[in-house]
């Protein structure tokens, strides 16, 4: 890589803002409009940066970076385009959504913007505003990551607050839990929450006692657990549930925290032993569906409701599943009724005053959503706007452009625009989504690599990274607060997001769009929130990179020093912890029980399918990617090969062997992908790492190793995404 000796080489601090949703400090290396070098920060207890983060630099010069405005001459998922000028691409862009708009209405636009990356002036604020002041259009409902843990939380809690305490407050309780069951998590891969292998070490090195519950054992696994509990994908909520009963029959719940701070207690005691389905939902019961053997669930519940206090880390994983969204209401009901819930800081930790000033991008309210009523599952914490019908959700935007208004939707499809996400690639089933975005009239897609989804684009507008542009890390209820420097200025002709908005805006008419530089943003941002947050100036803050703000009046809403909870501390209808939800009763779906229920999975082992595709497939996270970025990227892939776990009893029955070409299939698609034999997973399950680019032949076979190819475009009934709920079958193709 040439670099210029002329120029001093000079430090530049920034966050890492990858799709894997961490805020890791950078300081970046520069000399001249080159970058020469990344590396973490070295202060104590600041997230340092993963492989991917100090692998950044090759992401910003690949040679494959997309540096100018491309428009489609071949067919849609063929990858032929010419390079076009900015003008002709944002007339082209303006034309077609005028054209679509006059013709079949706002609504027939989807928009969609990947929530992962943490910043303020390019995210979903920047493409929102647009759209609304264009006129509106349908803008999704649902996280494609927590669906299932949102949900659980909004009808437990009344809130997101419990959800979000798993990356804000979690760490400091690892240092005082006696034990720590982690369930279907892995951190020490997926660096959700970056500092928790950290903490967790620490909690070890303090003795704490560590049990996975897991069908794979993960690389977290094996540095840390005392135990690992093998368990079918799908089943969480049954074992937990089994907890239960076990904990009530022993009489080991905690009756003063139940009596003080819960309601349904004794509706959700009279489904576990039975009362009214005549089913005890026994540690019998549950190793019948979990393979989890009785005397281990047994064992657990014992272990959780006599090691006060202990911690339940629930990934955020096993919530993707169908009925997932039971797997953490039961697991919110066995900390309720234990008492561990109380040991946690959320509950204790002062409120963080909201700013007042939101510094995200302001948008008038989208005019298609006007008078819409909310969804039947629509959660009370959330806004109108969010709570709407002329939504939809995130992980069924083929299902929607496929079957339009003829299929219940609020309107038919014609237009997508997608922004900061290889959509195809990401959500359930991806052939169905190759159909979908064949029968739309025009895709937009703004990208920094030509993916499978800016394969399918009519126009693709190239977009610098964060290195290359001005933003703000500036959470409303406070804490961290950085500035992400530009380091260098943009490669070949990209354009920041908020950049291609503007242009776009005059383009299509829009004067009031804003016409403040990034830079500008930043320094009005600074300065207003500085009224209300100890920030440094903005020199000081360029300098810093990264600092703790804090409110300068803090709010009341923390809880009394004996940390009882008052008791109405909680925005449900009863005031408390609901384990019979007034929320959840109020949707009236049985596959919405007002309180948590285990349900079995479609697609489980009794499924008359599993004759023919006798495997369950999860998708799990590689360290080599977030999501699907850096997939490409040459360093990284050194790193690790994408290949399916087998089992050795799985593999052994089939003649396959470690390095073995093999081919996954069932009826939605087929990979064919490297088998990396191994005990690390349970018999009857594979793992296929999500993220990997979708690459199929002429006949539709995918070379690349994408999971969804193999996923099912169906959500849960509460909104969560369900990649790890599909059966597949292998075979050996070959050496
Ligand atoms: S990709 Fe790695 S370095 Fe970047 S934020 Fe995530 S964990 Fe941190």
Redesign the pocket.
């Known amino acids: 890589m040439a670099v210029d000796a002329n120029h001093e080489e000079k430090i530049i601090r920034s966050?890492?803002?990858?799709?894997?949703?961490?805020?890791?400090e950078?300081k970046v290396h520069v000399r001249g409009n080159r970058i020469v070098r990344i590396e973490s920060d070295d202060g104590e207890y600041k997230?340092?940066?993963?492989?991917?983060?100090?692998a950044?630099r090759q992401r910003v010069y690949a040679p494959d970076r997309l540096l100018y405005p491309l428009k489609r001459t071949g067919v849609r998922g063929a990858g032929e385009f010419t390079r076009i000028s900015w003008d002709e691409a944002l007339e082209t862009v303006a034309g077609e959504m005028n054209r679509i708009k006059a013709r079949y209405g706002n609504a027939a636009m989807l928009h969609f913007c990947s929530m992962c990356d943490p910043h303020t002036l390019h995210h979903v604020g920047a493409f929102h505003r647009l759209l609304c002041q264009f006129g509106g259009y349908t803008a999704p409902w649902g996280f494609i990551s927590h669906e299932g843990a949102t949900f659980s939380a909004g009808v437990t809690y009344g809130t997101r607050r419990k959800f979000l305490s798993q990356s804000e407050h979690r760490l400091e309780e690892y240092l005082s839990s006696r034990l720590i069951i982690m369930w279907g998590w892995n951190p020490v891969t997926t660096?959700q929450g970056?500092l928790t292998p950290l903490f967790l070490a620490q909690s070890k090195e303090k003795g704490a006692r560590f049990i996975f519950v897991d069908p794979r054992y993960t690389d977290s696994a094996a540095v840390f657990a005392d135990q690992w509990i093998p368990i079918r994908p799908g089943t969480d909520g049954a074992v937990l549930i089994a907890m239960a009963y076990v904990i009530i029959q022993e009489n080991l719940q905690d009756r003063d925290f139940i009596e003080a701070n819960t309601i349904g207690f004794d509706q959700f005691k009279a489904y576990v032993l039975g009362l009214e389905d005549g089913a005890a939902k026994t540690p019998q019961w549950a190793e019948a569906i979990s393979s989890v053997p009785a005397a281990t669930i047994e064992n657990l519940a014992r272990a959780y409701a006599c090691n006060k206090p202990a911690t339940l880390a629930t990934s955020i994983s096993p919530g993707r599943t169908a009925y997932g969204e039971q797997y953490h209401r039961a697991a919110a009901a066995l900390e309720a009724i234990t008492g561990n819930l109380q040991f946690q800081n959320w509950l204790s930790a002062p409120k963080k005053k909201a700013v007042k000033f939101n510094p995200q991008l302001e948008s008038p309210p989208n005019p298609v959503e006007a008078g819409a009523p909310p969804r039947k599952n629509a959660l009370p914490f959330r806004g109108v706007s969010v709570n709407s019908s002329a939504r939809v959700n995130v992980s069924l935007f083929a299902d929607a452009i496929l079957k339009g208004k003829a299929g219940g939707y609020p309107h038919d499809y014609k237009m997508i625009w997608l922004s900061n996400t290889n959509y195809l690639n990401q959500l359930g089933e991806v052939n169905k989504t190759v159909k979908a975005f064949q029968q739309l009239e025009f895709i937009l897609v703004t990208e920094q690599f030509m993916t499978a989804t800016a394969k399918m684009a009519d126009i693709v507008l190239p977009v610098c990274t964060f290195l290359e542009r001005e933003d703000i890390l500036a959470p409303r209820g406070g804490g961290i607060y950085a500035l992400l420097n530009k380091v260098i200025e943009p490669l070949g002709e990209s354009k920041s997001q908020r950049q291609i908005c503007q242009a776009l805006a005059l383009k299509l008419g829009l004067t009031d769009y804003g016409d403040k530089t990034d830079g500008e943003m930043v320094e009005h941002i600074v300065t207003r929130l500085s009224e209300e947050v100890d920030l440094p100036d903005l020199d000081s803050l360029r300098k810093q990179g990264f600092v703790f703000g804090r409110p300068k009046k803090t709010e009341g809403g923390g809880q009394p020093e004996d940390k009882k909870i008052p008791p109405t501390a909680f925005p449900t209808p009863s005031g408390k912890i609901e384990i019979r939800s007034e929320i959840a009763a109020r949707i009236n779906d049985p596959l919405i029980p007002a309180i948590p229920t285990y349900m079995e999975t479609w697609e489980s082992l009794n499924d008359p399918l599993a004759v023919k595709y006798p495997l369950q497939l999860i998708t799990p996270h590689l360290k080599r990617r977030?999501h699907s970025q850096f997939d490409n990227l040459p360093w990284l892939r050194e790193l690790q090969t994408q290949a399916i776990s087998v089992n050795t009893v799985d593999a052994d029955s089939r003649g396959i062997r470690s390095g073995d070409l093999v081919r996954v299939f069932n009826d939605r698609g087929a990979v064919r992908i490297p088998a990396k034999v191994t005990e690390r997973i349970m018999p009857g399950v594979v793992a296929l790492p999500q993220g990997a680019w979708y690459s199929p032949d002429e006949n539709g076979i995918d070379y690349g190793g994408c999971a969804n190819v193999l996923t099912k475009n169906q959500i849960s009934p509460g909104g969560a995404f369900t990649p790890h709920t599909a059966l597949v079958q292998i075979e050996k193709v070959g050496q």
């Open positions: 966050i890492c803002s990858s799709h894997c949703g961490g805020t890791c950078m997230p340092r940066l993963c492989a991917r983060g100090h950044y660096e970056t977030a």
